[in-house]
């Protein structure tokens, strides 16, 4: 009990949350039976597989693959990593069952996810309850590391290895405001908790720099967006669509086109898909470079094209391999402390803030934040999609 009243006065300093921290030792008692390090244990990544995000979970999973693959052996961990299929058209419910299912699985010592915001507010209260710790490669909602306006919707056992909507939503409108110029923006949102986070963070920064700005809102399922153009004045200079599905920013695209509207489509990172989102002219953000331009990934990249012949490197795989490495480094550690015995889930969640990596797939130098769960220092990057379809960094 007192260690877990520990864990959350560390992690979050408030005594909200470590009331929160007694009730999640006594959830997590009955499966927090010793796993020798010795033996196999798991990692679950829960992140769309299936439907308009397969590509982001099946791009993710090679590279966490190749992680668990390449790293684990070298630390002496036998990992076995296990994919759950989480589609956004299918909302939360799904995030939550298989939250349970990892959960009563007392081999998963990890989990790498989930990969969208809305899967994050699903599940992590269950993962905090049972003492898992659980990382992110790509949800990026801003009030699952921080409180905004009020509301901290993550827990202690959250982390991401990517910045937040915080930094995203900033970049994306300043590179409106001041390279674009823009006068007026219309935004969408698509009724769920990524979209309507990083809309919101971009309107703020639009209207606060003299941007007239239209919004609207369209289901997650929605797949014609013709009447929604129609909305789209004919002098407005950009569509900001923070969609998780590139094909739909693709639609978009060609369908301003087709009722001749002059905006250019601005995607979140959710877009960036340069097999569906190729519409020239658009822009599209993300909170990774094209790592093939780092020379330190060389030898990275050439192990993951050999496992993945057939695959191009994007921007969500990366993160992902990253992602593994944090989890593996805190299993590692809690290992060393416990004597070769993970005695509970939560000694590897208070090891995740002490891991830092030298050589960073991203670039550069990983920690966490000493101010939230959040990477140090990162950014958000930003890209022109040429007459090819290819992404050009241009911010």
């Not at 979050?12 to 997590?28: D, E, I, P, R």
């Not at 795989?317 to 550690?333: D, E, F, N, T, W």
């Amino acid at each position: 009990m007192k260690k877990a009243i520990g864990l959350a006065l560390a992690v979050l300093a408030t005594s909200v949350v470590a009331a929160s921290a007694q009730g999640a030792q006594k959830g997590s008692s009955a499966i927090a039976a010793g796993v020798s390090c010795k033996g196999t244990m798991k990692i679950a990544f829960l992140t769309p597989l299936t439907g308009g995000a397969g590509f982001l979970g099946n791009e993710q999973g090679s590279w966490a693959k190749y992680a668990v693959k390449t790293l684990a052996p070298a630390m002496h961990l036998k990992i076995q990593l296990v994919m759950g299929d989480t589609p956004v058209e299918q909302g939360a419910a799904v995030a939550q069952t298989l939250a349970q299912k990892y959960v009563g699985d007392r081999k998963v010592v990890g989990i790498i996810g989930p990969s969208t915001s809305g899967a994050v507010v699903a599940a992590t209260q269950t993962f905090f309850q049972a003492g898992l710790a659980h990382i992110s490669p790509s949800a990026t909602k801003t009030d699952l590391t921080k409180r905004e306006n009020g509301k901290l919707e993550g827990t202690p056992a959250f982390f991401r290895d990517v910045p937040g909507d915080y930094i995203q939503g900033p970049t994306d409108a300043n590179y409106m405001i001041k390279t674009l110029h823009v006068k007026k923006v219309v935004i969408m949102d698509f009724q769920e908790p990524y979209s309507t986070g990083l809309a919101a963070a971009v309107e703020r920064t639009l209207k606060a720099g003299g941007v007239s700005t239209t919004r609207l809102s369209a289901s997650n399922t929605t797949t014609d967006y013709s009447a929604f153009v129609t909305k789209v004045p004919n002098d407005a200079d950009i569509v900001f669509f923070p969609t998780q599905k590139p094909g739909d920013a693709q639609t978009f695209a060609q369908q301003l086109l087709e009722q001749g509207k002059k905006a250019k489509v601005f995607g979140g990172d959710g877009s960036n898909g340069p097999g569906q989102f190729k519409a020239p002219g658009s822009y599209v953000s993300n909170f990774a470079p094209d790592i093939t331009g780092i020379k330190a990934d060389a030898k990275i990249i050439a192990g993951w094209k050999k496992d993945n012949p057939k695959s191009t490197v994007g921007s969500f795989g990366p993160p992902s391999y990253g992602a593994v490495q944090i989890m593996l480094s805190a299993i590692k550690r809690a290992c060393a402390a416990d004597h070769g015995v993970i005695k509970n889930r939560h000694d590897v969640l208070r090891q995740m803030k002490r891991v830092k990596i030298s050589n960073w797939i991203l670039g550069g130098k990983f920690a966490f934040s000493t101010k939230s769960n959040d990477p140090l220092n990162a950014k958000f990057y930003i890209f022109k999609i040429q007459q090819d379809g290819s992404y050009k960094l241009v911010g």
